[in-house]
């Protein structure tokens, strides 16, 4: 009688453990997941600000080979810009 109560506790007490290890690791793969995608996120996010400075860079760069003045706007300041050559070349006018 006594052994076959103890069998029967050791049997819910490796159903309870089996259980457990099941949500844990179901937990941890969820997490997993959603770090993975939040680092593909991240990194699209990344991608695409790195393009979006390199093309309002080379827009800058086109601009100011056009010999006119190029206005840049940060906060509340502004500034002109022009390339050198076009002062060179209006100097030896």
Known sequence: MLKE????KIKIIAVVLAVLL????????YERIVMWNQQKDVSIFQSGAQLGYEQAVSQLFQQAQSCQQVPIFVNNQTINIIAVECLASQASE
């Not at 109560?5 to 029967?8: F, Q, R, S």
């Not at 099941?22 to 793969?29: N, P, Q, T, V």
């Open 22 to 29: 099941f949500l844990s690791l179901g937990y941890i793969i």
């Open 5 to 8: 109560y103890m069998n029967k």
